[in-house]
């Protein structure tokens, strides 16, 4: 299709053609709704596509507040451009400033761009070709990563208060699958006041409000139910559910504001059944609740009501037995963190214990549960037929277009094929598991799958007296380097070893024994221990690899033109130049952070009859006994990006194990030779709290291979364009 050349483009700021700021070439209007407008424009400098969203219904405030509005308007887009920084799965947000007019000025955030079909189209699209609405485990499948994206804004103390699916992007992704994205957290604080004041209709005869009435809640309506919060956005989300469960027609139906607002607080609540949609008594009852009319009686957050609505969707059935997978428990809302135990040698995991140590203290850990058991990505996602609209420029918006989240995508870095399952169709959904890991685009600074970690001087290592393999506490300046977000996955392994350069992993652990650790019992344990290696089975392909000797990691990642990481870059990558307790922040963390030992780790040992240790990293199943999918722990991201960091599986780094020096140290890379390799991070099976101090490290042989040591590569930063 061609323009029409005599037809003048629609440009309400009359701004195309010009430069923004000095460096945004303005090239079309990519959408409008009523309080923004979304060009799309060329970043002069990177030469890169970006969306610059003008907020119009700024330009209208009262002289004497505009000033502290646009003060609210840069700290909220501050608070914004920080969620966005936490992960790439967010819209990230570049730049914020004023656009000046002879009328005065209008403010405007600078986002990336990016090409998807907003959920509210694709589902148009569906119901014009007749398609049959989702099932429940689809559509828990497909908002996954919104939901993750709430928790992370919920825990941030943000809530969105305009979830609709307009504000939902469906992205494909280069594996070709899909992911969905979440835009437009409303800076509520800067537009609330603006916005009451005008006190207008629109032609439509609807009030102008800050969020969708279609799917408000009925404190949104009316203040007399109380005040807004994250529980208004369980409510939105619940309304989402079910209207993908119906095959795309709303659950709150009314043709004015005052309709839709009796509809809200309607007795009859929009559950599924109220449609005629047959769920369970313990899923009905979830939605009840999601949709409760009073806030005090829903969930308080995403994660709450998440938790407790998938853990019923995708129970722990036999069908999982095979990945190891627990049933996930209920009623965790608020689950606390063991206290710090300390850890000796005679405590490590057996696969870890060096020659001529004790064994380990009956341990051997696998487990865990989250809020989010990411899910496959929805088959109908990858075909649907929507428009195609920047991610940034949805038309129709309330309010500022930003998004955090878990972003649900499969990361393809070879040509393996699709790896196939017999399982029942619940099971397939949950075993194909895509992961919450960020992506990275292939035309930054690093390659696709892999985050800039800032160079910088830390401390590495501590002179903590609890474990003497981290001492002496001494400083340690690293380049930027580029570090995978997620462990090597067995699907991409799989296709190192599908062009030839990559030698299959082992189907059973192979690592020596304790001194003390008769061959019966080594054998006893490896054998049990076996179940837990990934390799050739295909409900695990995006679980990390493990049951690998060190060698052919190295392989791998040489095969790729990267490196295992050194020590130094592994520790600075968990520490962050905060210098944080634990990779994700200062906060403990919990079961939802980790896969690591937890009760369903000790129900294991007891059920094979191997010793059971009384302490755990945590009285509570996480979900998994042995590895779980990449990236299901969205809440331990590092200061740059990176995921399970902490728990899954330990990871090779490129150093041969040695005892630190005190004497400053730039880039070390460790000794130049040994017969043990250091690892780092602490894997599934890990039992102790000391474990999650970025400074923890240990060794094995590097020609073992442990079900629980695995893998992921770094690189160099490409050079500036």
Known sequence: MTSDPYRPAHDPLRILGTVVADKYEILSLAGEGGFSLVYKARHLIWQQPVAIKFFVVLEDAPPATRERLLDDFIREGRLMSELSSRSSAIVQARDIGKLQ???GWIPYMVLEWLDGSALDSMLLSEWKAGATPRTLEEAVTLLEPVAAALDLAHRSHVAHRDLKPANIMVVGTAGGGSSCKLLDFGIAKVMGEQLEQKQQLQATGQQVTAFTPNYGAPEQFSRQYGATGPWTDVFAMALILVELLRGGQRALEGATVFELGMASSNPVRPTPRAFGIAVSDDIEGVFAKALAIPPGERYETMGEFWLDLS??????????????????????????????????????????????????SA?????????????????????????????????????????????????????????????????????????AFVETQDDGPCPKGM??????????????????????????????????????????????????????????????????????????????????CNWGVPSRENHPINCIDWYRADAYCTSMGWKLPTEAQWEFAARGSDARKFPWGDDAGDHTYMNAAGTEWRDWLKAKGLPAPEGLMYEKSDGFVGTAPVGRFPRAQTQSGQVDMVGNVWEWTRDWYALYGSEPQTNPKGPGAGARKAIRGGGFNGEFSLWLNPAARYHQLATASAHVIGFRCAADVRPAR
Request: hydrophobic letters at 40%.
């Open 363 to 435: 341990a051997n850990p696998l487990g865990a549960t989250t809020a989010f058991p990411m899910l496959a990505a929805n088959p109908r996602v990858q075909g649907a037929e929507g428009r195609t609209v920047p991610v940034a420029a949805v038309a129709g918006v309330g309010l500022v277009a930003l998004a955090a989240g878990a972003f649900l995508a499969t990361r393809h870095r070879g040509d393996g094929a699709a790896p196939t399952s017999s399982a029942s169709p619940a099971a397939a959904l949950a075993s194909a598991a895509p992961s």
């Open 101 to 103: 007019r002879d009328e």
């Open 311 to 360: 853990s019923r969707v995708f129970p722990g059935e036999a069908a999982w037995a095979r990945r190891g997978a627990v049933a996930p428990q209920r009623g965790q809302h608020a689950p606390s963190m063991r206290s710090l135990q300390p850890l000796s040698v005679q405590a490590m995991p057996r696969s870890l214990q060096p020659e001529g140590a004790p064994p380990a």
């Open 451 to 532: 985050k800039p970690v800032n160079g910088g001087t830390f401390t590495m290592g501590s002179d903590d007296a609890a474990f003497p393999l981290w001492k002496p506490a001494h400083k340690v300046s690293i380049d930027t380097f580029c570090l995978d977000v997620h462990e090597v996955t067995v699907a991409e392994y799989r296709a190192c070893v599908t062009k030839g350069t990559c030698k299959p992993a082992d189907e059973r652990p192979n690592y020596p024994k304790g001194e003390t650790e008769s061959d019966a019992e080594h054998e006893k344990f490896q054998s049990a221990a076996a179940e837990f």
